[in-house]
């Protein structure tokens, strides 16, 4: 005879296993941690003008909060073992290997431009920028892809130059912008 309180129908219970915790999360949360205290501090060394009542601090001081804020709710959600689930709507096939020879040409360009905006100018060099990032990614409409990226990196001079008077290099249409 048993002196058990259990009904021999049914079975010790099992404590549930601990949950899957993502550790790596704690390194992001302490990076934003680190990022926002730094904003917040350095936001403190602003020298404001004389008569300005918000200041030059108010966005910076917002930031670090707010950076230092989501770095302590994501240590919190980590520690209580909020793991990160994989998109379900992704068309990518995680098992193919990724493309490196578009990824080196996307570099390539991007070193092109680089190296060529203060000689050549925005307005040429956005242009190339798009027709060489379109052809790395697989267009094969040369033409199209040389006018619209001409259209663009043009009309992007003429709005960062008149519209906001931000001084992108000319280059050699120096005279003709």
Request: aromatic fraction near 10%; glycine fraction near 12%; charged fraction near 15%.
């Amino acid at each position: 005879m048993s002196t058990s309180l259990e009904s021999p129908d049914t079975a010790p219970t099992q404590q549930s296993p601990a949950p899957d915790r993502d550790l790596s999360q704690l390194g992001l949360a302490a990076l934003l941690v680190v990022v926002g205290a730094y904003t917040f501090w350095e936001a403190t060394t602003l020298r404001i003008g004389f008569g300005d009542p918000v200041g030059p601090r108010a966005f910076p001081y917002a930031i670090g909060a707010g950076t230092v804020a989501l770095g302590v709710l994501l240590a919190l959600a980590t520690f209580r073992g909020s793991v990160p689930e994989a998109e379900g709507g992704e068309d990518v096939d995680l098992r193919q290997p990724a493309d490196w020879v578009t990824v080196l040409k996307l570099v390539g360009v991007l070193l092109a431009t680089a190296l060529t905006i203060s000689f050549v100018g925005w307005a040429l060099s956005g242009g190339l920028l798009f027709v060489g990032a379109a052809w790395a990614l697989g267009s094969r409409t040369l033409v199209r892809d040389l006018i619209v990226g001409l259209v663009l990196s043009v009309l992007s001079w003429y709005f960062f130059h008149e519209g906001l008077g931000v001084i992108l290099p000319a280059g050699i249409l120096d005279g003709v912008l």
